[in-house]
């Protein structure tokens, strides 16, 4: 697809009609060339609920140092939370969505970001996160070992984070529901694998590896949990027939790919080779740009922003209706 057959007006999205091409923005942060369907926003009395509940539930099973609080709330997990799932049954479901939304960013931050400084390395990345799987998915041995096991869960914040939040998760949601769930957050860990792995050779991929790399590390376990915290249960023969699949990891996907367009110069200037789709569409890592002479870093990135763009675009457009 071409740049202005993504801008253009003729553009139709899979749904229902209204999609809002947003102009350029700066004070909202609004993407230019970003078409989207219009959200409902997210009920502020609601998110502060959320977040109020969150912060009692991170206090009582000290979940990470108090030191890092500031920087988990300014992620408005709430928020977030509110917006992902217009249709939650109940606040309770919500708070559960916030949980493991939570978990997983704590996972991610105090074991795999190196530019975290949280502890996070791909050194040693493949043992730390196939103990934060069993955490999820327990271990089932002899009764001393099962009992070390538990032990050294409780011993670790974002294991004692991911355990608690899938504990509660299984409260409401069904046996399928739940497995479903700590299936999809093992090819999370699988895709944490894959970047981490990158990152130790400084490896860029072309674009097709990299959202080949990103449809396991993408928003999936969001979308995994949507009929359990509307209070309903999508079949489990129907959620894994391959249609189901294919729309499953365009959405996720997609979703991801307005992320790192969101994300990426905040990226850059902690990380300058971190990895990034506007990277590999085009912005700014020197084993890539080295072939690219008198084209300059701005240039770079603005051609990684189009083709991001133009991603998200066929994305979008790939999904059924």
Not at 46 to 62: F, S
Not at 144 to 158: C, F, I, K, N, T
Not at 226 to 234: F, I, N, P, Q
Request: proline share 7%; hydrophobic share 40%; with cysteine.
């Amino acid at each position: 697809m071409s740049a202005s057959s993504a801008s253009g007006s003729s553009l139709r999205l899979p749904g229902p009609p209204g999609l809002v091409p947003v102009a350029p923005a700066r004070r909202s942060g609004a993407v230019p060339g970003l078409r989207h369907r219009p959200a409902a926003p997210a009920d502020p009395a609601k998110a502060a609920e959320v977040d109020r509940r969150l912060e009692a539930w991170v206090r009582r099973l000290d979940a990470f140092p108090k030191a890092w609080t500031g920087d988990f709330a300014g992620f408005q997990f709430g928020r977030a939370v509110v917006l992902q799932h217009p249709g939650a049954a109940d606040l309770e479901r919500l708070t559960v969505a916030g949980k493991l939304l939570l978990a997983e960013n704590l996972v991610d931050n105090c074991y795999c970001e190196e530019d975290e400084d949280r502890g996070g390395s791909s050194r040693g990345l493949g043992g730390r996160l196939i103990t934060a799987q069993s955490a999820l998915d327990p271990f089932h041995s002899t009764p001393e070992l099962e009992a070390q096991w538990r032990r050294g869960v409780q011993a670790d914040g974002p294991l004692r984070s991911y355990h608690g939040a899938l504990k509660d998760y299984a409260v409401f949601a069904s046996p399928s529901q739940t497995d479903r769930l700590v299936h999809d957050l093992a090819r999370l860990h699988l895709g944490y694998l894959g970047e981490a792995a990158w990152a130790e050779i400084r490896y860029v991929p072309p674009v097709w590896e990299y959202l080949m790399m990103r449809q396991f590390n993408n928003f999936r376990p969001c979308l995994s949990i949507v009929d359990a915290v509307d209070g309903y249960e999508l079949p489990e023969a129907l959620y894994a027939r391959p249609e189901i699949q294919r729309i499953t990891a365009l959405a996720g996907n997609a979703t991801t790919i307005v992320n790192d367009l969101y994300s990426f110069t905040k990226e850059l200037a902690n990380d300058p080779s971190h990895l990034n789709l506007p990277q590999s569409a085009g912005c700014g890592v020197p084993s890539v740009l080295s072939s690219l002479d008198g084209v300059t870093l701005g240039h770079r990135c603005r051609s990684g922003v189009r083709g991001s763009l133009e991603l998200w675009h066929e994305h979008a457009q790939a999904v059924p209706e």
